[in-house]
């Protein structure tokens, strides 16, 4: 039998500052900001906004590692993550055939476990079917260039 839906509502609001700048908030955390480095107009005072998406997919796996590593009866003591978007920034200036998200992300994720080879693959498997993030790449055709590490 099939699960009932069960949605939740997610939410952000943003207030441009000046220049290339916006302040975002979400729920009661404190604002934090959004820029550019100079190259791309900015004043280089915040992160960009692709670079937090690559974080929110750090975030998220360090989410999901542990709710299913419990499931699973697998145990670590560390997790850490190497992440990496390439950008054709011509995409960004328009130019028609170039897509201006990621062409490819490289990920890496380093975990302190005694499990054997098989489980770690299984873990793997297990997060990449269901972290949400990992699934926004995926599902809109950019290439994940995934490595789990064991130290």
């Given at each position: 039998?099939?699960?009932?839906?069960t949605?939740?509502?997610v939410?952000?609001?943003?207030k441009?500052?000046s220049?290339?700048?916006?302040?975002?908030?979400?729920?009661n955390?404190?604002?934090?900001?959004i820029d550019e480095?100079?190259a791309?107009?900015?004043?280089?005072t915040a992160p960009?906004?692709?670079?937090?998406?690559?974080a929110?997919?750090?975030?998220?796996?360090g989410?999901?590692?542990?709710l299913?590593?419990q499931?699973?009866?697998?145990t670590?003591?560390?997790?850490d993550?190497e992440t990496?978007?390439?950008i054709?920034t011509?995409?960004?200036?328009?130019?028609?055939g170039?897509s201006?998200?990621?062409q490819k992300?490289?990920?890496?994720?380093n975990i302190q476990?005694e499990?054997?080879?098989e489980?770690?693959?299984q873990?793997k498997?297990?997060?990449e079917r269901r972290?949400p993030v990992?699934?926004?790449?995926?599902?809109?055709?950019i290439?994940i260039?995934?490595?789990?590490r064991k130290?």
């Amino acid at each position: 039998m099939a699960q009932p839906s069960t949605l939740v509502k997610v939410s952000a609001a943003g207030k441009w500052e000046s220049g290339v700048k916006t302040n975002i908030s979400v729920r009661n955390f404190p604002v934090f900001s959004i820029d550019e480095p100079v190259a791309l107009g900015g004043e280089d005072t915040a992160p960009n906004p692709v670079e937090y998406v690559l974080a929110g997919l750090n975030g998220c796996n360090g989410v999901m590692i542990p709710l299913i590593a419990q499931e699973l009866g697998f145990t670590f003591s560390g997790i850490d993550f190497e992440t990496t978007g390439i950008i054709d920034t011509r995409g960004l200036m328009g130019v028609e055939g170039v897509s201006p998200h990621f062409q490819k992300i490289r990920f890496q994720v380093n975990i302190q476990t005694e499990e054997s080879e098989e489980r770690v693959e299984q873990l793997k498997n297990e997060v990449e079917r269901r972290c949400p993030v990992f699934n926004l790449f995926v599902d809109a055709g950019i290439e994940i260039d995934t490595k789990w590490r064991k130290v």
